[in-house]
């Protein structure tokens, strides 16, 4: 196998671990209360969590990708992190929005499991949103998917650039 293959090989197994790893990390310890809570309330508002949310995920997955990389004696180039960054970090608040997850979902016939997969944590309160509901499994299939995809991008400029070891 060439030297390449085996480097890029090394690099995607790097990332993703890294991205998939410190997903929930990012995801739910780096997150305020308050944009937890704020992110998918439509308006300036929403967005306004949404997108503090977002660089806080955004910041942590960067410096953990950093980290472990360089622990690892290779230095990603500036351009292929920040493209891989970009793929999590738009796709991420997109769907933390909620509207669009939840039309991607009514696309993909889950509609019915997203209906059906509630939890009720207040005395005649059914929310559809937040831990144990089918809205956030299919939010955090998607961010886990996603990953990959971030890590894919990195590691294929990253060896076009011809990445520094």
Known sequence: MAARTVRGLALFAALQA???????????????????AGKGTPGREGAKHCARHVASYTAGQVGAAVAVTRVLGFRVPLRALAAGAAVNAVTHYVIDRREPLKAMARLAG???????ATVQRRDGVIDAA?????????????????????????????LRAGGRR
């Not at 890294?18 to 937890?36: G, K, N, R």
């Not at 889950?110 to 059906?116: D, F, L, R």
């Not at 144990?132 to 400029?157: C, K, N």
Request: hydrophobic residues 40%; proline residues 4%; negative net charge.
């Open 18 to 36: 890294t991205f998939a790893d410190i997903h929930p990390l990012c995801d739910q310890w780096l997150q305020s209360s308050e944009d937890a």
């Open 130 to 158: 937040g831990p144990g509901t089918a809205l956030t499994e299919l939010d955090q299939a998607a961010h886990r998917a996603i990953g990959v995809l971030a890590s894919l991008t990195t590691t294929w400029l990253a």
């Open 110 to 116: 889950k509609q019915g499991y997203v209906e059906h």
